[in-house]
Structures are given as C-alpha cells and as structure tokens.
C-alpha cells in the first residue's frame, strides 16, 4: 500500500472503549496490515517503540515499518485507511475539523476509563453483538460451503438439477 503499513498499533488493552475498537480494526483486518500490541500487558516494553509507557498512556500511538511513531488521531486515520475504512476518517484530517477531532480524541483519551465505567455495559452489549454477528457469519459461510459442496457432489454423481451445457433447455 505505501510506506506507512504495515502499521503496529499501540493500545491499551486494559481499556474496554480501546478494546472495542481494537476488535472492530481486528475484525476488518483482513489484508494483515494493522499489528496490535497491548501496552497493558504485564511484559509489555515501551523502549523500542521510542516513547515511554505515560506518553502511550496519554495518547495512542503506532509505529510504521520505518520505525517513525503516529500520535493521536492520526493513528485511526492510518489503521481505517488500513481496513478500507479511510473516507470515514478523512474528515477528521481537514483543516477546519483536525484541531477539532484532535482536542476531542485527547480530551476522550484522558477520561477513557470513565467513560469506560459510565458505558461499560453498553460496549460490552456491542461487543457482544459484533462477536455473534462474526460467529454467525462464519456459521452462515460454512453452512453455504456445506452446500455447495453436497451439490457439486450430486452433480459429480450425475443427480443433480442443473441442465448440462449441451442439454439446455428452450424454454
């Protein structure tokens, strides 16, 4: 894609509003080009990354391939970019409304864990759901792959309904 993927995305994990998200860019990552790295893990190291762990606490931050950091909001422009998801954060990127989105996220940032406390059941309802909707489209595309593979059978043994190519009918 270009020099900024793949991208290895720094959050909190202990943060159940990061996690939501988090599982929302996991679940839509599906050209591998978003890394996820818990910075609450016990064994979790800030040194490499080149900022400390109260920096990465302040603000969420990610790291290119080059090794240069991303701060901020732009580290959600970058991982929906990742994800195809770029036209719903661009706007947070222009110049009217980036001092804006930028003042919101830090002010959001600073005050997540209550914000996680305050709509604590709320994200857990919605993580739920995401994680059924995945589970059940997962279900819906092996039961689909069920059938076709009893038909592809069937047509393999000669008892299926589908017309042969030579035999088409004209009606």
């Given at each position: 894609?270009?020099d900024?993927?793949?991208?290895?995305?720094?959050?909190?994990?202990?943060?159940?509003?990061?996690?939501?998200?988090?599982?929302?860019?996991k679940?839509?990552?599906?050209?591998?080009?978003?890394?996820?790295?818990?910075?609450?893990?016990?064994?979790?190291?800030?040194?490499?990354?080149g900022?400390?762990?109260?920096?990465?606490?302040?603000?969420?931050?990610?790291?290119?391939?080059?090794?240069?950091?991303?701060?901020?909001?732009?580290?959600?422009?970058?991982?929906?970019?990742?994800?195809?998801l770029?036209?719903?954060?661009?706007?947070?990127?222009?110049?009217?409304?980036?001092?804006?989105?930028?003042?919101?996220?830090?002010?959001?940032?600073?005050?997540?864990?209550?914000?996680?406390?305050?709509?604590?059941?709320?994200?857990?309802?919605?993580?739920?759901?995401?994680?059924?909707?995945?589970?059940?489209?997962?279900?819906?595309?092996?039961?689909?792959?069920?059938?076709?593979?009893?038909?592809?059978?069937?047509c393999?043994?000669?008892?299926?309904?589908?017309?042969?190519?030579t035999h088409?009918?004209?009606?």
């Amino acid at each position: 894609m270009n020099d900024d993927f793949p991208l290895t995305l720094l959050y909190d994990g202990a943060c159940p509003v990061c996690n939501l998200e988090m599982d929302n860019l996991k679940a839509r990552n599906t050209q591998g080009l978003l890394r996820f790295v818990d910075i609450s893990a016990p064994l979790f190291d800030p040194v490499p990354f080149g900022a400390t762990l109260a920096e990465m606490n302040g603000l969420i931050h990610a790291q290119r391939p080059d090794g240069s950091l991303v701060v901020g909001v732009e580290v959600f422009r970058l991982a929906y970019r990742a994800v195809g998801l770029g036209h719903l954060a661009a706007p947070t990127g222009w110049p009217l409304l980036k001092p804006a989105t930028d003042a919101a996220y830090a002010l959001l940032a600073r005050h997540r864990y209550s914000v996680s406390a305050t709509l604590g059941p709320l994200i857990e309802r919605l993580r739920s759901a995401r994680a059924a909707r995945r589970k059940g489209n997962t279900a819906s595309m092996e039961a689909a792959a069920q059938q076709a593979a009893k038909a592809t059978s069937a047509c393999h043994e000669g008892l299926c309904d589908t017309p042969s190519p030579t035999h088409r009918s004209t009606s």
